[in-house]
């Protein structure tokens, strides 16, 4: 992977990780015994994949430019999900109105507050965990593992133990039917989300100038800051937008589940790992094939042999990790 | 004779030499100490994590690696005798099956999984292990023709091991000599000669070779010592341990199910054992094992007092309320790990 000698600095897009979502989906096809199941596992994985690429995002940026892995990360989801809860179940009259505007409406609020509330924690969360400890990976990863034991503590303290159910609002309920194809509303919301989620973090990483730091310092922050930038600051504002992603990622996923439980961050920080790790660790464009291979996996396994979904997303990370050791887009001085 | 026990590794310290006495003489007197079933659990319990414990304690403090796959070791090992003596019928030559084919497991797999990930970062340890682990403990509940799935297995023993068979017609000091006794004195003496045995671990060239590796991989490379290759060896022994803790926990409560050996809680659990006792130092282990396996049992009846006495303030009883202790240690861990990186034992070492 070193670079040819007459290649000009400018990016270069490795083609062949793309293939791989297309196979994956064709070696499906003939496993699977009709068309039209098909295409709704294969649209089930792909929103799938979207909700876990919002959540996965925050973090592999935050590893790509400062080097920290936030084994936190799950709580925020956590928050996310049941700050959601707090707003959508008083405002169960615009959820049960049977009026699209109402329920986007209503999602929309709970989805700003739980990116607030879940960026602002973010923001504590730098200044007071892990600014101590940059650079050490050991007591990062300590470190906020005891965020994390903490800040689920906090979360039962303030919700309580039970679980709480959140059902999803009415016009989104229910599935689109093409002939025999059945495909999930809220799932076409899911993929709409996600899409605009990586369109806009693809136009702020590639025309703003925000994002030109943020990539030069996922390259080399030490040139960046000679130059005369403050990469803390940026590294900072990363942060929180990365923890706000999993506050609505959090609500993604509880409305997706209509259920939350404290001990739901958790369970998807599984699949960010894996997701981080296929991707290869600090690459987002890696994090979004991942994330759909993942979600693509996930769907066909569980329709075909549901007993092994999780252990089929472990054996497609050892086979990529054995076709590339660092993941599929490896970043570069990692 | 104490130095070869100890293989030279003092305490160092009068306050923690008086401490492990104390624990020591607590743990060895147990059930003539404290006699009634909760307390001998707490003993056992004591016992068996301090293995846990010092086993994971040299994989983070001696080796510097992060793993989430301990508690995935800590239950094949109970898994094994469990297995095995469901299957095969409460015979010694079960349990002795079980648990040899249980080691054999956690050395394979965890040479694969050092032989596949240990080239590589902390982080990216950290994260393979921890993806395994849960799939290991879903694969667990998952298979519940063989595991008993999320009920885990109860099994009966063989009988010399059982409440009821008593060994002296007249109690001893006022306490029945029965089959409990005669268990507790197998994991009591096997947990604290394989804790010397990791004491000794440390304490041998390979020890201070694990330890040039956590401070410096580079540097060790470079004075011609395969640090994957240690790494590798440090994870099996590590690994191995871990399945004999878990042997001896599936023989104290005759029981094996998902809670108990395999759940992420006990993973954490054990962090905060390793971290709060003192990393890379054996004795913080048991340090760090007696008093959480304490604080767990007993420190909830004291929260309860507390929130109590701060019912009326908003919040407050929410945060002494008994279910919340782990919040407490969550932070005393934080604070650990700026404050007093080696602990408690590093604290009390640092005295002198």
Redesign the interface.
Known sequence: MSPEKDELPGAVLDKSPLALIPVIALVALPLIPSLPTWVTLTVAGLAMGMMIFIMASGLTLV?GLMDV?N?AHGAFITIGAFVATSVLLPLAGWTRADSLWMNLAAMLLAVLAAMAVTGAIGLAFERV?IK??YGQ???????T???L??AE??I???WG?DMIALPKPVTLRGSFIFGDIVIEKYRVLAVLVGLAVFAAMFLVLNRTRVGLLIRAGVEDSEMVESLGYRIRRVFIGVFAAGSALAGLGGVMWALYQETVTSAMG?HV??LI??V??IGG?GSVGGCFIGSLLVGLMANYVGFLAP?IA??SN?LL??LI?LWR?QGLYPVAK? | MTRRLLSGDYPRSRMLATLLLLILAGLAFAPFAFPGTRSLDVAAKVCVFILLVASYDLL?GYT?I?SFAHTMFFGIGAYGIAIAATRLGPTWGSLVLGSLVALACSALLSLLIGM?SLR?????F???T???A??FA??AS??SGFTGGEDGLTYKLPQLLLPGTKLLEAPLFGVEINGRIVSYYIVFFTAAALFLALLRVVNSPFGRVLQAIRENDFRAEAIGYRSVIYRSVANCVAALAASAAGILYALWLRYAGPDTTLS?DIM?DI??MV?IGGMGTMYGAVVGATLFVIAQTYLQDLMKLASDAAAGIP?LP??V?P??W??W???L??LS??RF?AGIVGKLRGRQ
């Open positions: 590893f892995m084994f965990i101590p400890v990976h050991l007591k990062q990863i300590l470190i593992m005891g965020g034991i903490v503590q906090l039962l303290a303030i133990p958790m920080m599984i790992f894996i981080i790790i660790l007993k999780l252990g472990i990370m050892v990790l050791p990692r | 983070l510097g992060v596949l590589v970062k902390t982080i990216f950290a994260m393979i921890l993806a395994v849960s799939f879903i694969l998952q298979l992420f954490i962090l905060l971290v919040l929410d945060l309320h279910d919340r782990l919040l240690l969550g932070i861990f934080i790990v700026y990186p």
